[in-house]
């Protein structure tokens, strides 16, 4: 059973189009992470949410948004894409140790090839 | 903020060749080190990870690191690379303590000659 999975693998797409990824983990972890990865293969933390709440929100412009409706899910929407936005983007989910906060390992996911024309 | 530094871009080695690539952290307090590695095409996988205890950890697929507190550095070490352990290897730093945050090197490239 895949842990963290990712829908679509592959999106191309027009500049100016709005697109959404989805992500779902099934390991009952508590924390999702979005991850940009550019064509330098250099990761950066985009957004992460623990149990539903926006904890880490980095510079990324507004036209990211990303939304969980619940703890398993992460979802991320991309208005008027650009074609900088052009990437892999990984969705990523831990668990939370402890009371101070001490995130585990994270388990990522298979990975979104975006494509922008 | 913390910065992890990888010094080696690509590295290019023969089968059965010894390995190890550098990884620094700056960050004073106390950190939980990784190792990913990402075979080409693929998703990240841990190869190992360091909390705490015994600095000397060992991973999978024969993978080892040292994490050297008074350096700041965990470096990866593999005493015989085959041709398969050709990929992108990301060391990755977490402070300890409040922080949700994953912060990356920018990657060595292995490439492994037959």
């Known amino acids: 059973d895949t842990a963290v999975s990712q829908t679509p693998k592959y999106l191309v797409t027009q500049m100016g189009n709005d697109k959404s990824i989805k992500c779902e983990q099934n390991l009952g972890h508590d924390t999702m992470y979005w991850y940009k990865q550019d064509s330098k293969k250099f990761l950066k933390i985009m957004f992460s949410y623990n149990n539903k709440e926006l904890i880490i929100n980095e510079t990324v412009p507004n036209r990211f948004s990303p939304k969980s409706p619940d703890k398993a899910h992460l979802n991320l929407h991309i208005n008027s894409l650009e074609l900088g936005d052009s990437a892999v983007y990984f969705c990523?989910?831990?668990?939370?140790?402890?009371?101070?906060?001490?995130?585990?390992?994270?388990?990522f996911g298979p990975g979104t090839r975006l494509t922008v024309l | 903020a913390q910065s992890v530094s990888q010094h080696n871009h690509h590295v290019i080695l023969s089968e059965a060749a010894s390995l190890e690539l550098g990884c620094n952290y700056s960050?004073?307090?106390?950190?939980?080190l990784f190792w990913y590695v990402q075979y080409p095409g693929q998703h990240l996988q841990l190869l190992l990870k360091y909390f705490s205890g015994d600095p000397l950890v060992k991973g999978i697929k024969g993978f080892e690191a040292e994490f050297i507190k008074s350096k700041f550095s965990f470096n990866l070490r593999k005493p015989s690379v085959q041709w398969s352990d050709t990929a992108e290897y990301f060391c990755?730093?977490?402070?300890?303590?409040?922080?949700?945050?994953?912060?990356f090197g920018k990657g060595t490239k292995l490439s492994v000659i037959p």
């Open positions: 990755a730093v977490n402070r300890k303590a409040g922080s949700y945050q994953l912060t």
């Open positions: 960050y004073g307090g106390t950190v939980n």
């Open positions: 990523a989910s831990s668990q939370v140790v402890g009371r101070t906060g001490n995130t585990d390992t994270q388990y």
